[in-house]
């Protein structure tokens, strides 16, 4: 296939699943980190990078890339670019907002009954056979509960809304209140106290760093359960790891991590928790979606200088 001439090489910071890198292949040159190395002239070259919002990009690469214009991620966050050092040199920044939402609310509610209703232990329970020797635990029924959404954006709302049919009450907290129907709090403990289910979908960052600690753990009380589809950053993992071993919460439910993949953490051995690997927006159909948004988000900047969702915080 022979790739269009004018757009320049891109690199691409992370790994992508096949198909995506397929679709980028189709538009761009891909290099990769270590090609640079080997041609020490591509340096000069890059004038775009390709990554996943997953990714920590280290300042000291872009540093390498003299001409490098834009980084278009493909997710929402962008807590893993050096915004400070992109803003000073007018590299643009540009991220893949709303085509993922319905994914990840999917998963939120997934995760939320998973841990409500021990899903991956039944499972198992089924399949070892245990079920022909005892009776499976009693699960906690979702009707009923109060919810409480950290953070009440795109993903918060699509979020919310999946929650109709549950018969469920929504509240949420933010910076700001909004012209909208759930009830707004205006501290975090006091929604975690009124809370039976937190949900996390603020921004990580450092004005998130660590929210949830063991202060809101306790007000989020011996039944109440977390679930976070955020970021790791959101959430002081030492703490929470306390509070779910001695029964400070009920349980968890985590998609994100502070660490990612996810090492050797208590988390992984602690039975009242569900795990997920950081895949909110991990479908088929909603990463060739943020794959596309991301490409027209290059190929514009390329082509008139302006890119179609860049971010502006
Ligand atoms: P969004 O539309 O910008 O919404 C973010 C919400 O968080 C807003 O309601 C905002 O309200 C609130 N917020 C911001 N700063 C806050 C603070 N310091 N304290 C409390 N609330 C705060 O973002 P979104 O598209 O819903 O995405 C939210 C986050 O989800 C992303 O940033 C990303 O980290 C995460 N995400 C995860 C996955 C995954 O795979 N698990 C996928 C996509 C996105 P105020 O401004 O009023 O505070």
Known sequence: MTLPTRFPPLLTFGAFPESIAHRLGQVFQLY?????????????????IVTRSNYRIPQ?????????????????????????????RGIVVTNTPDVLN??????????????????????????????????????????????????????????AKRFA??????????????????????????LASYADVLIVCCPGGPDTYQIINADILRALGPAGVLVNISRGS?????????????????????????????????????????LAPHMGSATHETRMEMAELAIQNLTRYFTYGQAVTPVTG
Not at 32 to 48: K, T, W, Y
Not at 165 to 190: H, I, S
Not at 265 to 273: A, D, E, I, Q, T
């Open 32 to 48: 990769d980190p270590d090609d640079l190395n080997v041609d020490p002239a591509l340096h000069d070259r890059i004038e775009g």
């Open 60 to 88: 000291e690469l872009l540093e390498r890339l003299p001409n490098l214009g834009i980084i278009a991620t493909n997710g929402v966050g962008y807590d893993g670019i050096p915004l400070a050092y992109t803003k000073s």
């Open 102 to 159: 319905k994914a990840v609310a999917e998963l939120a509610i997934g995760l939320l009954l998973a841990i409500l209703r021990h899903l991956p232990q039944a499972d198992q329970f089924v399949r070892t056979g245990a079920w022909q020797t005892r009776p499976f635990p009693l699960g906690t029924t979702l009707a009923g509960k109060k919810i409480g959404m950290v953070g009440f954006g795109r993903i918060g709302k699509e979020i």
């Open 165 to 190: 049919p549950f018969d469920v009450d929504v509240a949420y907290f933010g910076r700001t209140q909004q012209q909208v129907e759930p009830v707004y709090f205006n501290d975090l403990k006091t």
């Open 234 to 274: 959101v959430i002081n993992e030492a703490d929470l790891c306390k509070a779910l071993g001695d029964g400070t919460i009920l349980g968890a439910a985590l998609d994100v991590f502070n660490e990612e993949p996810l090492a050797d953490s208590p988390l992984r051995r602690l039975g009242n928790v569900v």
